[in-house]
């Protein structure tokens, strides 16, 4: 019997197409990787038997990456970053092993079906997983086909099926532009970052960012930000005049006029109006007009318009909005999330997807109707051809779906009731009056027919009092005339929605990367989000935006991109050629770049009045090793030690709190060591500033702290307190903590396993011998007489962490309280302590690891 492996791009989503296609007959099992599950079952494909076997990735298989060298900052020229630097492609995820995962589970197919999302990344990741597959599958005769592209833009049965019945092929031209932005933005991205990250961060000690970053898409984004901050700062207000009028007739309550004149800017100009109308105390009618108008209902809804409503009305960003779309789309609650059209197919089954929503008494009333009196035909909106507007696909409660979820869930069910719901009409009445020689009017809204509104309230006709019934030559007594002094005022700062409006009209991002965007200029500490999620750029946001339009504005504005984004859609369309464009437009940024490096001094004239020079930032903390002067430890981002005699910069770890440690020194540079630590619920290790920037032997890499040091007589090292491997992690080692007494631990130098143990000891010191069983190192511990736990009253006692039966109930594993993710990963290095003595290489784990961690770490 031949196999089919089908791959979806969530493991949630393989399991809903699973279920669906096997008619819930499935059954399921993890996969090597852990992450995701192969669901099994028998049928037909092709006209023939067999035996289905459905998984997933997690997004991206590969991501695109320089070979290792040009990864370095310290050894490359950004320059080289544009054409001489190779690229590869490198696992997205290394720890899924998600390449060897598909080769397992392809291994003996015959043929692949590909359930990626439906859109240019996931035409992108049918070709990643196609490249892990196809070397491992059966091959077919040369005319077989083997590899299938099922297209769909919702999660329900008949979406799903219709997909499996009219099966094509991937696109290998939409993947292609995928590959061809991907090379963009890195070699773009890195090159300029790197070079204004190390120009900038060498000169000045307050600018609060860790990277200052460039980003083709993200510059001119927060470009638009500052745009709108300017117009504020620059903006003078101006002094006008109204003319405020109040009529009443009878016991009607009185009307506020409108002056048709609008407003003027002379006060004397407008006192003399005044004056004009003092002379009468009637107002006559002129003219009553009644006109019908419609507000149209709503089109379609999109990507964008999601976005916009998500940050505007529901108070969420973007990004958060996209994830919560997505997790509805998975779990079969609406149509697929990423889209550009506003038009609902000839095909699309409104009335059908409106039954759905009957029984929900949110808008029942509202559907039953509509479904009695029969739909209104929808706008016509833009085809762009992807995928369908977003609708909801199935009916929900609250309960199901969470807070959030529902709020978003009930805006995408009523803009789609109000799609196919009535316009809103209402009657305006205008009212024009003559105060002497002078026009005014007022007018009001009465509703005729409430149409969409019904189920989008927040769009109604407000309630007005009603207008009086007159008509042309009646009279009406002056309640009141005075010139009323007004100013002008500034726009406010863009909302995340006006934003979101500007990216789409100029082209920068696409409907799924906007939000990346928009979350990338304040992650990056360039603006801030205010009340009203309006966006306000911070003072390094500003001068970085300054500086482009100082030194090459076409960095900041949104035209080379918009310009980029159109020839990426002509290779999707196979109207351009992929390494063409690449090739055009690198050059393109290659000389821009080479011209920003030359001009970098007239931005940092800008730099130089906001920020201070690193020399002035900080406080003294720890003595240089070379000139035994204290350096200054700069706590803005990144936090790092600079001594001002050597002018001299060391970096430090991030996400914590760093002090003096004990005044010790480093036996290698003389340096004075520091403590870095995250908490009393975290972790903390002492370093040397000058090796942890400059690695001191050929096993260790850079940014390394004491606790993985491999010098071999170093009190502080790994070779002294290192006690055994980390019952978790793969090549990291547990380390006793000599500062954590009473409450002594030892942590992991990998990962954020923390294991407290014996508390209240007066000492805890690791010993020189080693387990016979593990290999761990031996530790000694002093308890105090009054509160050992030891037995028949000792205080003293020298065991193994991980096998000693005296020790078992005093240790505890815990996990650290981290700010941050701040490991490195990477290859396992060497873990034994050894103390140069040749004997100890990697301590072993315990036999059987689970079976320890239930036996020692309670």
Sequence with gaps: MRTVLMVAEKPSLAQSIAKILSKGTCTSRKGLNGACSVHEYPGSFQGQSVRFKMTSVCGHVMSLDFIGMYNNWDKVDPAELFSKAPTEKKEANPKLNMV???????????????????????????????????????????????????????ITDTDIWNAMNCLGEPNRNEALSVDARQELDL???????????????????????????????????LGFCVERHDKIQSFKPETYWVIQAKVFRGKDSPLTLDWNRVRVF???????????????REAQVESVSKKEKVKQRPQALNTVEMLRVGSSALGMGPQHTMQIAERLYIQGYISYPRTETTHYPENFDLKGTLKQQANNPMWAEEVKALLSTGLNRPRKGAD??????????????????????????????????????????????????????????CSGKTLISAGYTVVMPWQGIPLEEAMPVCERGDTFTVDEIKLVEKQTSPPDYLTEAELITLMEKHGIGTDASIPVHINNVCQRNYVTVENGRKLKPTNLGIVLVHGYYKTDA????????SAVEKQLTLISLGKANFQQ????????????????????????????????????????????GKCHRFMKYIQAKPSR????????TYSLPQNGAIKL?????????????????????????????????????????????????????CQHSLNSLGIGQCVECDGGVLVLDPTSGPKWKMACNKCNVVVHFFEHAHRVQVAQESCDACDASLVAVDFNKTRTPLPVGETQHTGCVFCDPVFQDLVELKHATMRHAMYRGGGARRGGRGRGRGRRGNPKKPKDKMAALAAYFV
């Excluded at 931005?603 to 406080?619: H, N, Q, R, T, Y």
């Excluded at 030690?641 to 001299?648: G, Q, R």
């Design 641 to 648: 030690l600079h001594c001002s005699h050597c002018d001299e």
């Design 266 to 280: 002379d006060r004397d100009v407008g006192q003399m109006f005044v004056n004009l109308t003092k002379t009468s």
């Design 384 to 441: 762009v051809g992807d995928h369908p507007p977003i609708t909801p696909m199935r009916a929900a409660s609250e309960a199901e779906l969470g807070s959030d979820g529902w709020r978003l869930y009930d805006y995408i069910t009523r803009h789609f009731i109000a799609t196919v719901s009535q316009d809103c009409k209402y009657l305006q009445t205008t009212i024009d009056f003559n105060i002497g020689k002078e026009a005014f009017s």
């Design 581 to 624: 464009v690449l090739q055009h437009t690198l050059d393109i940024f290659k000389r821009k770049f080479h011209y920003f490096v030359d001009s970098i001094p007239s931005m940092d004239e800008l730099m130089e009045v906001s920020f201070s020079p690193i020399a002035a930032s900080g406080k003294p903390l720890s003595r240089c």
């Design 554 to 561: 076409e960095l900041v504005l949104p035209t080379i991109r």
């Design 661 to 713: 440690y004990k005044e010790l020194r480093c036996p290698l540079d003389e340096f004075e060591l520091v403590l870095w630590t995250s908490g009393s619920r975290g972790k903390s290790y002492p370093l040397c500033p000058y090796c942890f920037s400059n690695t001191p032997f050929r096993d260790m890499k850079k940014g390394m702290g004491c606790n993985e040091c491999t010098h071999p007589s």
């Design 100 to 154: 060897k995962f598909l080769q397992v589970e392809a291994r003996g197919c015959d043929y692949v079906v590909l359930w990626l999302d439906c859109d240019k990344e996931g035409e992108n990741i049918c070709f990643e997983v196609l490249d892990a597959v196809q070397p491992v599958m059966n091959q077919g005769g040369v005319r077989d086909q083997t590899v299938y592209r099922a297209k769909f833009s919702s």
């Design 187 to 221: 070699r773009i991205g890195c090159a300029f970052t790197r070079f204004q990250t190390k120009y900038f961060q060498g000169k000045y000690g307050n600018l609060d960012s860790s990277l200052i970053s460039f980003g083709p898409c993200q510059t001119p984004t």
